[in-house]
């Protein structure tokens, strides 16, 4: 049964800094991975969907990458600001199903 | 596009009623996903259609709910009879494909039974 997973559960950092969001998934045979933003008390944004034979998506300031190997994405965000503060699932899809991890609360401090 | 438009924003009932959820899907998207977030279990997915057909419907917790897609613009989620512990969000999403294209999520309905 895939189980994805996402540490830490929240996150602050101070404003201009790059960082890096982790997802770890248990089983490597997945269609594709993608990166969710949900702002609170809304819907979720899909961000970024990598193919499970692509390596990395890259638009504006974020890069995900994917070892399926590993089992293993993260997200990385360059030159952070106080309007990237959301919560960031990832999922992955695989036995025609879309699993999401638990999310990452992340906040920026001007 | 005005994109998955979902209906009523917020639910507040009294357990024992009947609760029913309304979802548009994108146009020209034939596969439609309801979810259900709450803080304890994150987000879960209930059932998912292609096509108007219902194709995995493992996530429904119980007989008491329902989900039905009547054509490729429409579909309600039922719950009847509600109990407090079926209060969260739903979030309704479509794709253009099943499993390899992105989601696009609604806005969700906050539910809360009484």
């Known amino acids: 049964k895939q189980e994805v997973t996402q540490i830490p559960a929240a996150l602050s950092v101070p404003e201009g800094e790059n960082l890096v969001l982790n997802c770890s998934f248990t089983?490597?045979?997945?269609?594709?991975l993608q990166w969710f933003r949900q702002d609170p008390g809304k819907g979720l944004t899909s961000l970024l969907l990598?193919?499970?034979?692509?390596r990395e998506q890259t638009s504006g300031r974020l890069n995900a990458s994917l070892d399926k190997s590993s089992g293993r994405s993260t997200l990385y965000i360059a030159a952070s600001q106080p309007g990237d503060s959301a919560t960031y699932l990832c999922?992955?899809?695989?036995?025609?199903?879309?699993?999401f991890g638990s999310g990452t609360r992340l906040s920026i401090r001007p | 596009d005005a994109g998955v438009i979902q209906s009523p924003r917020h639910e507040v009932t009294e357990m024992g009623q009947e609760v029913t959820l309304r979802c548009k899907p994108i146009?020209?998207?034939?596969?439609l996903f309801w979810y259900r977030q709450t803080m304890m279990r994150g987000l879960e997915l209930l059932i998912y259609?292609?096509?108007?057909?219902?194709?995995?419907d493992s996530g429904m917790p119980e007989d008491r709910f329902s989900a039905k897609m009547p054509n490729a613009s429409f579909s309600t989620l039922k719950i009847q009879p509600s109990e407090p512990r079926d209060s969260a969000v739903y979030f309704c999403?479509?794709?253009?494909?099943?499993?390899?294209?992105?989601?696009?999520f609604g806005s969700g309905t906050q539910l809360s039974v009484l």
């Open positions: 089983d490597s045979a997945i269609y594709n």
């Open positions: 999403a479509s794709s253009t494909r099943a499993v390899n294209e992105k989601l696009f």
């Open positions: 999922a992955v899809t695989s036995a025609s199903k879309i699993i």
């Open positions: 259609f292609n096509n108007n057909v219902p194709i995995d």
């Open positions: 990598i193919q499970s034979s692509q």
């Open positions: 146009s020209g998207h034939n596969s």
